[in-house]
């Protein structure tokens, strides 16, 4: 089981970045997939989930600025960032279940955001 977040990086206050997390080796159609992030000296924190049944959800945090989707055919889920502030700097972990949304069986390696002027 590998998945594997991409599309991190350093950018500026007000600034978009789209996040990938390419899976393999789960059944992705039936799974469902979460966006967490976990920043210094933070605990880890959901960002954003998708059900098997394309139903989301969003932190209020991040709601109206990020959204969450996926793409079967690819396996893969995504995290469009749109007007990022300086407290969305974090590592960014992609996690997959085939159950409820508050246990994980499958976590990736986590991608780093840093937005900074």
């Known amino acids: 089981v590998q998945l594997v977040e991409s599309g991190g990086g350093l950018v500026q206050p007000g600034g978009s970045l789209r996040l990938s997390c390419a899976t393999s080796?789960?059944?992705?159609?039936?799974?469902?997939m979460g966006w967490y992030r976990q920043a210094p000296g933070k605990q880890r924190e959901l960002v954003a989930a998708?059900?098997?049944?394309?139903?989301?959800n969003h932190a209020d945090s991040v709601k109206g600025r990020f959204t969450i989707s996926r793409d079967n055919a690819k396996n893969t889920v995504y995290l469009q960032m749109n007007s990022l502030k300086p407290d969305d700097t974090a590592v960014y972990y992609c996690?997959?279940?085939?159950?409820?949304?508050?246990?994980?069986?499958?976590w990736g390696q986590g991608t780093q955001v840093t937005v900074s002027s």
């Open positions: 996690a997959a279940s085939y159950g409820s949304l508050s246990k994980w069986d499958y």
């Open positions: 998708i059900t098997s049944g394309y139903r989301t």
């Open positions: 080796g789960i059944f992705f159609s039936i799974a469902n």
